[in-house]
């Protein structure tokens, strides 16, 4: 079997370290080709170096510069890899012809370009931002299928769906996707009492080791509203087809119901490199260092419908899939704003659902016709978002 030349954007992140310790366990069939990183540049370099990549992206001349200075230290015969620069590094290295498969872990919009640009390159593409297909469904996925690229989920929710999907992932015996939500750290946390959290206790996820941002997105359920919008597109079904259903165990991590009343599961711990190794090696299986799922140690499984009234921003979400693609790139650019505010102090945790109700309410939503297209209105929504928050602090 020919080693597969893999790329990692985000590297550095929880989705990059569960990645490279599967590339690392079977060096006989993967090779890191690039990894980029946006600050984390001692981290990448230790990575780069252990690797030996070839290709390297940084944000600019000054992280390259610390990039540099990092892997210096190491004093081996491994070669500098070739430093590329920003979008415009990003987006080259998605094309490149030398690695054919590329992991999209960069968080938020900011993911956006690259994982495109992979998708025109008619690429492998092991999808964990979902935030790609939030922002832009139906081009993305208009390009996968004009170049052929082959496109595979990372997240947990819809890497079960797809383990439980007929092979040729047809829907004609679909009758509903449901995706499983732990509820997150504030549960069952009074509702008069949710103003109040801080950063630091909604970043404590009950079952997941995860970055800061999707730690929040999962205290609000918005993730899951992503997960949501990411479903519709990855398996062609309607929003009336895909339910939600709180299962604090994170045992199941999504089912299938069809319409003859089976319903298949895939369950397992709660380990990224489950889904990530069967997207590396799909329509194979292989090892990885996981922990082995016990059925003995399996107690109960408990499964409950979700309060909007707990998860405002879970009901925002199903409203913009249904409204249409500006709506869900308005949606999750007032998100990363509302978040990124919420964890630098500036807004209270309940104000996250209420600035994103508010900005979708203002905006008027034109029609995206490409990408560009895209990314000028997520910066307008951004601009919005921003000019909003004194109002909300």
């Given at each position: ?13 929880s ?11 079977h ?17 990448l370099?230790?990575?780069a ?12 001349e ?38 054919p ?6 968080v ?5 370009p ?10 492998k ?9 939030v922002?832009?469904g ?6 996968v299928?004009?170049?052929?690229a082959?496109?595979?989920?990372l ?25 499983t ?15 109040k ?7 404590k ?10 730690s ?37 991590h ?26 590396l ?23 409950q ?9 879970l ?11 500006a709506?869900?790139?308005?949606l999750?650019a007032?998100n ?55 109002k909300?602090?």
């Amino acid at each position: 079997m020919p080693v597969q030349h893999i790329t990692v954007f985000g590297a550095t992140g929880s989705i990059g370290d569960s990645t490279l310790d599967i590339i690392a366990s079977h060096p006989e069939r993967y090779q890191i080709y690039a990894l980029s990183a946006f600050s984390r540049m001692d981290k990448l370099a230790a990575i780069a170096h252990y690797f030996a990549a070839k290709v390297v992206v940084v944000p600019d001349e000054q992280a390259r510069q610390k990039f540099m200075d990092n892997f210096a230290v190491f004093k081996s015969h491994v070669a500098l890899p070739e430093i590329r620069l920003g979008e415009a590094g990003l987006c080259e290295t998605a094309r490149d012809p030398a690695s054919p498969t590329v992991v999209c872990a960069i968080v938020g919009a900011a993911g956006l370009p690259s994982a495109y640009a992979a998708a025109q390159a008619g690429k492998k593409i092991l999808l964990a931002n979902k935030e790609v297909l939030v922002s832009a469904g139906a081009l993305f996925m208009q390009a996968v299928a004009e170049s052929g690229a082959q496109l595979l989920p990372l997240d947990s929710e819809h890497n079960a769906i797809f383990q439980c999907m007929p092979a040729d992932l047809s829907t004609q015996h679909v009758k509903k996707l449901i995706l499983t939500a732990s509820g997150g750290p504030f549960r069952q946390t009074p509702l008069a009492e949710l103003s109040k959290v801080t950063p630091a206790q909604a970043c404590k996820h009950p079952n997941w080791d995860m970055g800061r941002k999707i730690s929040i997105d999962s205290a609000t359920m918005l993730n899951k509203g992503l997960e949501v919008i990411e479903a519709k597109w990855l398996f062609n079904v309607s929003p009336e087809n895909i339910d939600v259903v709180i299962h604090p165990q994170s045992t199941i991590h999504s089912l299938v119901q069809y319409i003859d009343g089976s319903l298949l599961a895939q369950l397992g711990n709660a380990d990224m490199r489950i889904p990530i190794s069967y997207a590396l090696a799909y329509p194979e299986r292989i090892a990885h260092k996981a922990s082995e799922f016990n059925l003995s140690d399996l107690v109960r499984l408990d499964f409950q419908a979700p309060d909007y009234q707990r998860y405002p921003c879970l009901g925002l979400a199903f409203q913009a899939l249904k409204a249409g693609l500006a709506e869900c790139a308005a949606l999750n650019a007032a998100n990363e704003v509302a978040v990124d505010a919420f964890l630098n102090g500036q807004i209270g945790f309940t104000r996250i659902a209420q600035m994103i109700e508010h900005v979708l309410n203002q905006l008027s939503m034109p029609s995206l016709k490409d990408i560009d297209h895209v990314l000028e209105f997520d910066a307008h929504v951004r601009r919005v978002s921003q000019a909003y928050l004194p109002k909300v602090a």
